[in-house]
Nanobody, 120 residues
C-alpha cells in the first residue's frame, strides 16, 4: 500500500499564489514520475504538471509559465508552485504517483484530492 498525503489547497483571489505538496510513503521500490492533475466541475481530469525520476518536466498548456513543479527525492515529495492564479484554475487537484513496488509491480496511484478555488 502507498499513501499520498496532499496539502496546500485553499481559496485565493486572482493573481495570488498557492503551493501544493504531496508526500508519498509505503511499499515503493522506485518512482517513475510524480505529478498533479486537476478536475473542474463538468470537465475531464487533465494534466497540470509532472516530473520524472530524471527530473524531466511536462506541463499542461494552460499553466505553462505560471506553475512550477519540483520534487524532493529524499522525502518522496512533489510540490506544485502556482503563481498568477486565474479563476479557471479552480478545480480539485490530485496528486499522481507512478511507481514500482518492492514486488516489481507497476502502479499508477492517486491522492484523494485537494480543492483550489480562485475567486474575487
Amino acid at each position: 500500500q502507498v499513501q499520498l498525503v496532499e496539502s496546500g489547497g485553499g481559496s485565493v483571489q486572482p493573481g495570488e499564489s498557492l503551493r501544493l505538496s504531496c508526500a508519498a510513503s509505503g511499499n515503493i521500490f522506485s518512482i517513475s514520475a510524480m505529478g498533479w492533475y486537476r478536475q473542474a466541475p463538468g470537465k475531464e481530469r487533465e494534466l497540470v504538471a509532472d516530473i520524472t525520476i530524471g527530473s524531466s518536466t511536462n506541463y499542461g498548456d494552460s499553466v505553462k509559465g505560471r506553475f512550477t513543479i519540483f520534487r524532493d527525492n529524499t522525502k518522496a515529495t512533489v510540490y506544485l508552485q502556482m503563481n498568477s492564479l486565474k479563476t479557471e484554475d479552480t478545480a480539485v487537484y490530485y496528486c499522481n504517483l507512478k511507481y514500482t513496488s518492492t514486488f516489481n509491480v507497476f502502479y499508477n496511484s492517486w491522492g484523494q484530492g485537494t480543492q483550489v478555488t480562485v475567486s474575487s
